[in-house]
């Protein structure tokens, strides 16, 4: 294991293993040092995982905090806020926390895939300030080979048990994670529209009627109308901006496309509503709302065009019934 890297400031390796004792040897050291030193120290990983490092720390494993990966946080966004709350609940002053973070990789489409990617990559950014040291194992018996590549290039370094290696692939977050944003289609032709307006209410009622006319209701029917309306609220804090909204039925989901133009706006920032927000208003955290509260988000910004599309669960969804 490295020597102890400074309190302050945000860690992130990756951990490519392919064999149980090849996860063991990096999280075992890795745990009974954060633990002996008093230090916070989160195993969030597969059950099996969790069973054998609790086995092989032995008295040791009362004091680690676990979390089945499949649980802490099925999407990105909610992924950086299970974070941000077991660091608020368990931070100690004066000393570092330890996060052992697994992502789940099998059975995600091409789409999620990318999401998780770019929250790899935007957790450099995210959590930059924060004082944790964080490891996250790619079970390469599991992974797409091209999952465990794309690890070097979201992670500054590549622990191999408990030695630390760098990653000559890693990029900056901000220009990975463009470059791995998925292509936004157009709206199909005939789709439902409204605007150009500066009017959020209009905005907000139009997105009601097209999400009951889906076939949503109830908490469901204002949960997506809550959504539209954040991410217009975001896009009408320009000045001088208006905004378009096309709203159309996917099977499975309902897409809108909120299109604003304001030509004194700034460019929208890469990692924009991932994070939560924080004591002190932020413009941007009507985004992290709409993001919760949709199935995937996607903001890109063109000069003075900005362009959000959202897609929320639809009424066939029967994990949300």
Known sequence: ??????????????????????????????????LAAGEPVLAATTAANIAALRAALG????????????????RPVERVSAFLRYHARRAVPGRRMRMIAEPVWSGRSAHQVA??????????????????????????RAVPERVATAAR??????????????CAEYAAPGEYA???????????????????????PAVRRFARERAAAAGLSGPRLAL????VHEAAGYLLAAPGARVSARIWT????????????????APPPVFAGFHPPGAAPDAAD???LARSLSEYMEIRGDGPWTRVTLHIAGPRDAERL
């Not at 470059?179 to 605007?195: F, K, R, S, T």
């Not at 997506?224 to 959504?227: I, K, P, R, S």
């Open 153 to 166: 290039a979201t992670h500054p370094g590549l622990m191999d048990g408990a030695r630390l290696l760098p």
């Open 59 to 74: 008295g040791r494993a009362y004091a680690l905090d676990t979390a089945e990966t499949a649980f802490f946080g099925r």
């Open 250 to 265: 996917e099977p499975g989901a309902l897409a809108c496309e909120l299109l604003r133009h304001a030509p004194d706006s």
């Open 115 to 140: 999401e998780w990617q770019r929250m790899e990559a935007g957790l450099n950014v995210l959590l930059a300030e924060l004082p944790v040291w964080m490891i996250c194992p790619y079970d390469t």
């Open 178 to 200: 463009v470059a791995v944003a998925p292509d936004l289609p157009p709206p199909p032709a005939g789709a439902p529209g409204v605007g150009p307006t500066a009017d959020a």
């Open 286 to 288: 009507g985004l992290w």
């Open 1 to 34: 294991m490295p020597s102890d890297p400074a309190i302050d400031g945000f860690i992130h390796h990756a951990c490519l293993y392919g064999s149980d004792d090849e996860f063991l040897a990096m999280a075992v050291p890795f745990a009974e040092l954060g």
């Open 224 to 227: 997506a109308e809550l959504a």
